[in-house]
């Protein structure tokens, strides 16, 4: 099983960033993919994450109405739209997939290797 990020980069503040997980090796039917992040010196956090038979969507309070999770089922692929970033957002971004339903733990089975983003204020 493979999870390969890509999409991260810098943007200023109030800018957009998409990132892109493409999951190989791996057939969902229940289960979940989604996204936590990690900032210098503070703990790995939840962000979003989704139901992969259903789409049904689950975000952490600090990004909601800004960030938006969708799937491509078609292409084994979520996305991660992120609009108003913040300088806060700024973090190591990691696509996670597990073969049950979404948790806001990180009792994930599988992890890629982590995209940046870096936001400018």
């Known amino acids: 099983v493979q999870l390969v990020e890509s999409g991260g980069g810098l943007a200023q503040a109030g800018g957009s960033l998409r990132l892109s997980c493409a999951a190989s090796?791996?057939?969902?039917?229940?289960?979940?993919m989604g996204w936590f992040r990690q900032a210098p010196g503070k703990e790995r956090e939840f962000v979003a994450a989704?139901?992969?038979?259903?789409?049904?969507?689950y975000y952490a309070d600090f990004v909601k109405g800004r960030f938006t999770i969708s799937r491509d089922n078609a292409k084994n692929t979520v996305c991660l739209q992120m609009n108003s970033l913040k300088f806060e957002d700024t973090a190591v971004y990691y696509c996670?997939?597990?073969?049950?339903?979404?948790?806001?733990?990180?009792?994930?089975?599988?992890w890629g290797q982590g995209t940046q983003v870096t936001v400018s204020s």
């Open positions: 989704l139901t992969w038979s259903s789409g049904n969507t």
């Open positions: 090796g791996l057939t969902f039917s229940n289960g979940a």
């Open positions: 996670v997939a597990r073969l049950y339903r979404p948790t806001i733990t990180d009792e994930y089975d599988y």
